[in-house]
């Protein structure tokens, strides 16, 4: 009789892990589907940074040590689109589903089997372009920007398989942004206007409609592309009356507002951080919403100023130089009006608003470095250098990804129930915000003495600073294992927290002599129990 029940336990046990992976495959459930996207980028996010270690492994010293210069311009290329298309768009989209649902008073995302197709898309798309590094000739080594004649004349058979790849993870980006904008405009609870609606949700109507615009021309980019490779055509051949210039516009169109999809839901995930623990509503809530509807408008008229040493007209030069500094007044807004708030807030320097305050001195300082880059004649002189690659790092790196950080910090109590190990936390917090500058502002002293980017070797005189950059590289990428810790450690279970965790935490006297978590945030004592 034992026997038999032994052996129905296990069944039983069979059974209930199999509908556990049913449920993940086949879950229309919004929180869930947030979790794998949330999952799935801090897979790519390691994926990514471990090539980034080989990057800064060969660059460590001057010469050739490490790997070959084919393999390192693989890493280059591949480290990039990893990095954009895997880690910072799928944690923003994963963080939309959890979030804007929850936001704007919705039972779900409008669209639910849509949402779990457009993720399941994503592994799929990545295991193609990673498959590639193993083919013959190993993968695409033309920069993320795939710029012609390198990814149609010069390049081998990879090609395919990226141009694949990108399609697919453009069909994923399309049906989320398409699941947002839907969502927002139909499932809006009764009495939510627009100019009620939170800032994360604002900041993702508009980059959704901006992934709607851009990404069909990403799409047509990398199909002129293969058919240049495989068909014959000759849009970016010059022989055959095309124009590789024509190729930069074309991807450009598409990236300079795809930094924006990448940096726009940050801005909201601040003004929800910000106003929080600074116990004060946001400065400027209109204004806010204005801002970002500028920034998104604005991105499609700046793309050349990625192109100002190909030989533009002075009027195309002047054009773009003015309009990318434009762009940067509303820009100046939102960080304004983020401090606006915290002035005379009564401040707790929780661990998100750790993140946040780091984000906007260190996205700043990454904003003027844009600033910088955006006067045509002195562009000239830092054009594919390392000071390029700092700046938009401080926009990437700790713009999106530190805004991440605080997003999944100030939502992780929320989604799990358990407080996480804010003392781990803050130590990822100090060592991430050191190494990241320790890696990535030396960058702009060795970019302003013209050492070029995507280089395996490079000149004697830049090998200390090269070295401080790699020490500073290995440095953050480890510190990321602790936020691995953190968050695993968070979902296996803690401390219980209440419904509304980080509110009211100007009561810390309340609780000063508890222990954790109660002395990290505030609530009557009377709702604790």
Known sequence: MTAVTEDNHDSHQEHHEATGIKRWLYTTNHKDIGSMYLIFSLIMFLIGGAMAMVIRAELFQPGLQLVEPHFFNQMTTVHGLIMVFGAVMPAF??????????????????????????????????????????????????????????????????????????????????????????????????????????????????????LI????????????????????????????????????????????????????????????????????????????????SSIAFLSFIVWAHHMFTTGMPLAGELFFMYSTMLISVPTGVKVFNWVATMWRGSISFEVPMLFSIAFIVLFTIGGFSGLMLAITPADFQYHDTYFVVAHFHYVLVTGAIFSIMAGVYYWLPKWTGYMFDITLAKWHFWLSLISVNVLFFPMHFVGLAGMPRRIPDYALQFADFNAIISIGGFAFGLSQLLFVAVVYKCIKGGDKVPAKVWEGAEGLEWEVDSPAPYHTFSTPPEIKD
């Open 93 to 210: 989209v994963g963080l939309a589903n959890w979030m804007i649902p929850m936001m704007v008073g919705a039972p779900d995302m409008a669209l639910p089997r849509m949402n779990n197709w457009s993720f399941w898309i994503l592994p799929f798309a990545f295991s193609i372009l990673l498959a590639s590094l193993f083919m013959e000739g190993g993968g695409p080594s033309f920069g993320w920007t795939f710029y012609a004649p390198l990814s149609t004349t010069y390049s081998n058979d990879n090609t395919a398989l990226f141009v694949f790849s990108v399609h697919m993870m453009g069909m994923s980006s399309i049906m989320g942004a398409i699941n947002v904008i839907v969502t927002i405009v139909n499932l809006r609870a009764p009495g939510m206007t627009w100019m009620k609606l939170p800032l994360f949700v604002w900041t993702w109507l508009i980059t959704a409609f901006l």
């Open 213 to 292: 615009a851009v990404m069909p021309v990403l799409a047509g980019t990398v199909t002129m592309v293969l058919t240049d490779k495989y068909f014959g055509t000759s849009f970016f051949d010059a022989m055959g009356g095309g124009d590789p210039v024509m190729f930069q516009h074309i991807f450009w169109f598409f990236g300079h507002p795809e930094v924006y999809i990448m940096i726009l839901p940050a801005f909201g995930i601040i003004s929800t951080i910000v106003p929080t623990f600074s116990r004060k509503k946001l400065f400027g809530y209109a204004s806010m919403v204005y801002a970002t």
